[in-house]
């Protein structure tokens, strides 16, 4: 069976799928997906973000440092996916927010299938719940003034500051067992 595919700016009215990324976000994390150079998929474990409505447009925004490897994937791409892997995947998600792509292909290191996406260059990832298409319409740096101490001293003590990325989301698609269960 093919995946349920949903509209963008109706996704929301299924609250369990928000649940569920929400969810997975803060425990172990969902993985960030943008093409490397060389075409293939590179997936990156995220805790950062949050999904909503901005400019009237369905959003999911994301935080890459530019040290990672992902930031110069999302850089080229110009998109990316947002993949929620079912929780028993877990050591997936521990696996690519720990290793980098840079010379390893994480894909391929953990049996990951690339969906081809619908509506931008960048794949999702097959075994994902839930995959969102996103075309990056803005970015923002985060800079250090805007900071009090503690988060400063907390998660930027080498100045290594985030660039957050607005994506658009553009599809969303499901994966029908999942779909179905959580109804």
């Known amino acids: 069976m093919s995946r ?8 929301l009215k299924h609250p369990q799928l928000a649940r569920e990324t ?3 976000l803060t425990s172990e994390g ?25 400019w009237g447009r369905p959003m999911f925004l994301v935080l890459v440092r530019p040290s990672r490897f992902t930031y110069s994937c999302i850089e080229a791409a110009q998109d990316f996916t947002v993949n929620v892997l079912p929780h028993a995947m877990q050591d997936v998600a521990d696996y690519c927010g720990t290793t980098s792509g840079r010379a390893i292909d994480k894909m391929a290191e953990k049996a990951l299938t690339a969906l081809p996406s619908r509506r931008v260059a960048s794949a999702g990832i097959a075994q994902a719940n839930i995959i969102y298409e996103c075309k990056v319409v803005h970015h923002n740096d985060v800079q250090q003034p805007a900071f009090p101490e503690e988060i400063l001293s907390n998660y930027y003590p080498e100045g290594d500051f985030h660039r957050v990325y607005f994506g658009q989301i553009l599809n969303v698609s499901v994966e029908p067992k999942y779909f179905e269960t959580a109804k």
Do not use: K, Q
């Open 4 to 11: 349920v595919e949903l509209n963008p700016t109706l996704w």
């Open 22 to 24: 929400y969810e997975r």
């Open 30 to 54: 969902l993985l960030l997906a943008a093409s490397r150079p060389d075409g293939r998929l590179n997936p990156m474990t995220i805790g950062w973000g949050t999904f909503g409505a901005i």
